[in-house]
């Protein structure tokens, strides 16, 4: 069943799609023009380096006064706060700065992410992107798509449609990933890329999930895959993925934080065939 009729009846996707647009710039100017001088960070949460800045606080705090003003009657889940449930069968799942260590570094790969969503709002993971928007305040890109209505990459009054890679070998592929916080597991996940590395082109860090799924649904990066990955780091880029062609899976089936691989058919295939091998990488408890 398509995810559109999942949709309450009286929502179009496309409007929907018009406000995360709108939420998510709004948003990315904050933080470019209001970032303070001697911007620090705030607290940290599951890691001393897992941060947070009075700037993830305040574009968080503004996503959520739009998005009341906007649509009153929907939920919202965020990374910052806690979740709000709402009345309308629509659950807004945003990241205020995805690429918060980026933001503190002033390295300009750090955007603004936004997803309208069906599903229960207790089973997060498994809320269902129905459309979304990831703004790169920096680069002033804009990638947006709405279910059944193709992904876009807007900067300024140009616009254009957005396809994945046709890539279909991997010893051609380049690669995207990331890393988790926690040192243990980072060094897991680094043994895991020793083994695949050989195996492609080349591997990229970028440092945001959000803007790295927009850059498998640009074509510029032909395949990726990370563990840890929560709701708001991925609800809009894996939709966006999707209507620009690609696929995006974890574990079983659908992305989940254990898992997200995304990318053509025929390269998720192949490196999922790859790292589900190796599940110690996402927990070492799964050891046989």
């Known amino acids: 069943m398509s995810v559109v009729n999942h949709l309450p009846v009286d929502v179009d996707p496309a409007d929907l799609e018009h406000v995360a647009r709108c939420v998510a710039v709004l948003a990315g100017r904050l933080i470019v023009d209001e970032r303070p001088v001697d911007l620090g960070v705030a607290q940290t949460k599951s890691s001393r380096t897992d941060i947070v800045t009075e700037m993830d606080s305040r574009s968080e705090q503004l996503l959520r006064a739009e998005l009341a003003r906007l649509r009153p009657d929907d939920g919202v889940l965020g990374e910052e706060g806690t979740s709000q449930a709402g009345s309308s069968g629509i659950t807004w799942v945003v990241d205020p700065i995805d690429g918060t260590v980026n933001y503190l570094y002033e390295i300009p790969a750090y955007a603004v992410s936004v997803a309208a969503c069906v599903g229960d ?29 193709g992904a876009r990459l807007s900067v300024g009054e140009h616009e254009r449609r957005l396809e994945v890679s046709a890539q279909t070998d991997p010893a051609l592929a380049l690669l995207g990933t990331g890393f988790g916080y926690d040192s243990a597991k980072r060094a897991r996940q680094a043994a895991l890329l020793t083994a695949v590395i050989s195996r492609v082109r080349d591997v990229r860090r ?83």
């Open 206 to 288: 970028i440092g945001s999930a959000a803007l790295d799924l927009c850059s498998i649904a640009a074509g510029r990066l032909d395949v990726y895959y990370e563990s840890g990955l929560n709701p708001w780091d991925r609800a809009a880029g894996q939709l966006i993925v999707a209507e620009a062609g690609g696929v995006v899976r974890g574990v079983d089936a659908e992305p989940t934080s254990d898992l997200v691989v995304a990318g053509p058919q025929v390269l998720v295939e192949q490196l999922a065939a790859w790292v589900l091998p190796a599940r110690t990488w996402i927990d070492p408890a799964r050891e046989a």
């Open 121 to 149: 709002l207790a089973d997060p993971e498994r809320l269902v992107p129905v459309a979304g928007a990831v703004f790169n305040p920096v680069t002033r890109e804009l990638f947006h798509a709405y279910a059944g209505g």
